[in-house]
């Protein structure tokens, strides 16, 4: 991976962004390995390893295949009808590339709307590997982790943040 | 003439509380007086402090405190304020520390809560014993089983008198344990809602909502191969359920267990591999406690209510939840993950995977939760031109209460008037 480009990286990223803000999740899930991991540290411990940290979220790829059924129900109450998110991201790095895979960070500001709700302001870094897969990038990891001290007035992680 | 906000009539075997409880602002006043300021309100735990000089600050009864270990090792509750003019001495979340400095002036409480430094003391010519001008403490400040509470009234009954039976279902989730000691994972969730503080509590207890509020998780748990039955006749959920009352307002689900649980009752969810460590982990059990016993604390679960808000909920995982109003269309949740000390880090890593399988921000099931009290606060919008919640669902029932009644939520609304009705 010594040849890829921020460029390259940053039109993977914003890809999987515009997919998530528009609830295309099925389609988002071909852009994840097969072994793929998504996390969301606790404010408190944002450095935690999820085998000993209690996480807000912590899903192998069998877990995450079955969030995005549930984010698809119509049961899923915490958001049906869906939020509208816009996300944002910039200050994209390439933090180290090994072999076939790339770490990369990136800062993002995500605003989630819901009815009778005013802003709901997410902040803080994404953390990914992403794995060449042919010619195609692929998300390995997907960590998030949000800046708050707590998550306060953000309330619940229901959609894919 | 105390006012009461509840109609409960037990010929008519009905139960309607006055909606004006979740919206008012003198409501809130008359609790933060009645309720905050004369209950055992839950602190934390002991474990949070694993050494001498180890502290960690939060707001409890919505007052900021310390809860440290000082440098003998000995427990304490300090409210987070200085002396001399009001602000607080420690501004981080967690840590160690011998002393606490005040950054406004200077003045030093050592960990035990005394005075030490004072900046230019000799300037203070008049009355000024630095030996009473140690950090404030609560009136009161007892622990059950490394569960530390504070009391703000003085003539309080002893925490374990206050706990009452609601001990016997401690014991249950803390007899987990080989050793009996529990600690609390690193890892805090806190989140608000915008919901008024006690319908947290109904929502903690209230099986009835399972099915409607949780199809999306009764879905993953049977996609994952988990075997949920079909509700037989007279019943909303799969397995039977009892709500209990355990006296002083306190009460519990006592329910047959069907969604698994890291003390030693596998579903598919934890893989094929974690078999043997959980035959072994109710082996363990088995020859501790006992068969009976051991089946109570593998094969039933329960959510247990400390009044007014700490919940223990000893289901897919074990996890202690407390809440505080800030304002009366608003709380503030905190919650942790518990688990015996000595589990292995496979036993340990299991815990936590199955705490999100269901708790938490991020969990399969408390955003619905989440959603379904939000929509009852806007709900309440209508309160005055609709006045009265229905809860009287099983009242009357003979024998056994179920969880998906309303029986136990009966309970706390009784007790909540009672103190109100002391206004």
């Given at each position: 991976?010594?040849?890829?480009?921020?460029?390259?990286?940053?039109?993977?990223?914003?890809?999987?962004?515009?997919?998530?803000?528009?609830?295309?999740?099925?389609?988002?899930?071909?852009?994840?390995?097969?072994?793929?991991?998504?996390?969301?540290?606790?404010?408190?411990?944002?450095?935690?390893?999820?085998?000993?940290?209690?996480?807000?979220?912590?899903?192998?790829?069998?877990?995450?295949?079955?969030?995005?059924?549930?984010?698809?129900?119509?049961?899923?109450?915490?958001?049906?009808?869906?939020?509208?998110?816009?996300?944002?991201?910039?200050?994209?790095?390439?933090?180290?590339?090994?072999?076939?895979?790339?770490?990369?960070?990136?800062?993002?500001?995500?605003?989630?709307?819901?009815?009778?709700?005013?802003?709901?302001?997410?902040?803080?870094?994404?953390?990914?590997?992403?794995?060449?897969?042919?010619?195609?990038?692929?998300?390995?990891?997907?960590?998030?982790?949000?800046?708050?001290?707590?998550?306060?007035?953000?309330?619940?992680?229901?959609?894919?943040? | 003439?105390?006012?009461?906000?509840?109609?409960?009539?037990?010929e008519k075997r009905q139960f309607l509380l006055d909606r004006e409880v979740h919206v008012s602002e003198t409501v809130l006043r008359d609790e933060m007086a009645?309720?905050?300021?004369?209950?055992?309100?839950?602190?934390?735990?002991?474990?949070?402090?694993?050494?001498?000089?180890?502290?960690?600050?939060?707001?409890?009864?919505?007052?900021?405190?310390?809860?440290?270990?000082?440098?003998?090792?000995?427990?304490?509750?300090?409210?987070?304020?200085?002396?001399?003019?009001?602000?607080?001495?420690?501004?981080?979340?967690?840590?160690?520390?011998?002393?606490?400095?005040?950054?406004?002036?200077?003045?030093?409480?050592?960990?035990?809560?005394?005075?030490?430094?004072?900046?230019?003391?000799?300037?203070?010519?008049?009355?000024?014993?630095?030996?009473?001008?140690?950090?404030?403490?609560?009136?009161?400040?007892?622990?059950y089983r490394d569960f530390w509470f504070l009391n703000l009234d003085p003539d309080a009954p002893a925490l374990t008198d206050y706990l009452g039976r609601a001990?016997?279902?401690?014991?249950?989730?803390?007899?987990?344990?080989?050793?009996?000691?529990?600690?609390?994972?690193?890892?805090?969730?806190?989140?608000?809602?915008?919901?008024?503080?006690?319908?947290?509590?109904?929502?903690?207890?209230?099986?009835?909502?399972?099915?409607?509020?949780?199809?999306?998780?009764?879905?993953?748990?049977?996609?994952?191969?988990?075997?949920?039955?079909?509700?037989?006749?007279?019943?909303?959920?799969?397995?039977?359920?009892?709500?209990?009352?355990?006296?002083?307002?306190?009460?519990?689900?006592?329910?047959?267990?069907?969604?698994?649980?890291?003390?030693?009752?596998?579903?598919?969810?934890?893989?094929?591999?974690?078999?043997?460590?959980?035959?072994?982990?109710?082996?363990?059990?088995?020859?501790?406690?006992?068969?009976?016993?051991?089946?109570?604390?593998?094969?039933?679960?329960?959510?247990?209510?400390?009044?007014?808000?700490?919940?223990?909920?000893?289901?897919?995982?074990?996890?202690?939840?407390?809440?505080?109003?800030?304002?009366?269309?608003?709380?503030?949740?905190?919650?942790?993950?518990?688990?015996?000390?000595?589990?292995?880090?496979?036993?340990?890593?299991?815990?936590?995977?199955?705490?999100?399988?269901?708790?938490?921000?991020?969990?399969?099931a408390t955003p619905d939760d989440v959603e379904a009290l939000e929509l009852v606060q806007q709900g309440l919008v209508n309160w005055e031109d609709d006045r009265?919640?229905?809860?009287?669902?099983?009242?009357?029932?003979?024998?056994?209460?179920?969880?998906?009644?309303?029986?136990?939520?009966?309970?706390?609304?009784?007790?909540?008037?009672?103190?109100?009705?002391?206004?």
């Amino acid at each position: 991976m010594a040849d890829i480009t921020r460029a390259e990286i940053e039109d993977f990223l914003y890809r999987e962004a515009a997919l998530l803000d528009e609830w295309k999740l099925e389609e988002w899930l071909e852009l994840l390995t097969e072994d793929a991991a998504y996390y969301v540290p606790p404010n408190d411990h944002p450095e935690g390893d999820h085998h000993t940290v209690l996480f807000i979220l912590a899903d192998d790829i069998v877990r995450i295949r079955e969030r995005v059924k549930r984010l698809m129900s119509p049961e899923c109450h915490a958001e049906y009808p869906h939020s509208r998110t816009r996300r944002l991201i910039s200050n994209v790095r390439i933090v180290s590339a090994e072999g076939d895979t790339v770490t990369v960070a990136a800062n993002f500001i995500c605003n989630r709307f819901r009815r009778y709700e005013r802003v709901r302001e997410y902040v803080g870094a994404y953390r990914y590997v992403l794995k060449r897969v042919g010619k195609e990038l692929r998300i390995k990891e997907r960590r998030v982790i949000i800046d708050a001290h707590e998550l306060g007035s953000l309330g619940a992680v229901s959609f894919i943040l | 003439m105390p006012r009461s906000y509840i109609v409960d009539d037990p010929e008519k075997r009905q139960f309607l509380l006055d909606r004006e409880v979740h919206v008012s602002e003198t409501v809130l006043r008359d609790e933060m007086a009645h309720i905050f300021a004369k209950c055992w309100i839950y602190v934390g735990h002991s474990s949070e402090l694993k050494k001498p000089n180890d502290f960690v600050t939060r707001r409890v009864a919505g007052r900021p405190v310390i809860f440290n270990r000082d440098m003998r090792g000995d427990i304490h509750c300090f409210l987070n304020t200085c002396r001399h003019r009001g602000a607080i001495v420690c501004t981080e979340r967690e840590g160690s520390r011998r002393a606490f400095r005040c950054v406004y002036h200077g003045w030093a409480y050592r960990n035990d809560g005394t005075l030490g430094g004072v900046p230019g003391e000799e300037a203070y010519k008049g009355e000024f014993d630095k030996s009473t001008l140690g950090l404030k403490q609560p009136a009161r400040f007892e622990s059950y089983r490394d569960f530390w509470f504070l009391n703000l009234d003085p003539d309080a009954p002893a925490l374990t008198d206050y706990l009452g039976r609601a001990t016997e279902y401690i014991d249950l989730v803390v007899d987990q344990s080989p050793s009996g000691q529990m600690e609390i994972v690193a890892g805090a969730q806190e989140y608000d809602i915008a919901a008024n503080w006690k319908l947290m509590v109904e929502n903690s207890v209230d099986d009835y909502h399972l099915p409607s509020t949780h199809a999306t998780w009764l879905n993953y748990m049977a996609n994952s191969g988990v075997k949920i039955e079909r509700p037989s006749e007279g019943r909303v959920l799969p397995t039977k359920g009892l709500a209990i009352d355990l006296g002083n307002g306190h009460f519990t689900t006592d329910n047959v267990n069907f969604r698994g649980r890291p003390v030693a009752a596998w579903i598919p969810i934890y893989g094929e591999d974690a078999k043997p460590e959980m035959v072994e982990i109710r082996r363990e059990l088995d020859a501790r406690v006992g068969a009976e016993r051991a089946r109570r604390i593998a094969e039933t679960n329960r959510n247990l209510v400390i009044f007014p808000n700490l919940v223990i909920n000893d289901g897919s995982s074990v996890t202690v939840r407390t809440f505080f109003p800030d304002g009366p269309k608003k709380m503030q949740v905190s919650a942790w993950a518990l688990g015996p000390v000595e589990e292995t880090p496979t036993a340990r890593s299991r815990r936590l995977d199955a705490f999100l399988t269901f708790y938490g921000p991020g969990g399969f099931a408390t955003p619905d939760d989440v959603e379904a009290l939000e929509l009852v606060q806007q709900g309440l919008v209508n309160w005055e031109d609709d006045r009265w919640t229905e809860m009287s669902r099983g009242m009357g029932r003979e024998g056994d209460q179920l969880n998906s009644d309303e029986h136990h939520l009966r309970i706390f609304w009784r007790k909540w008037n009672q103190m109100m009705e002391a206004v």
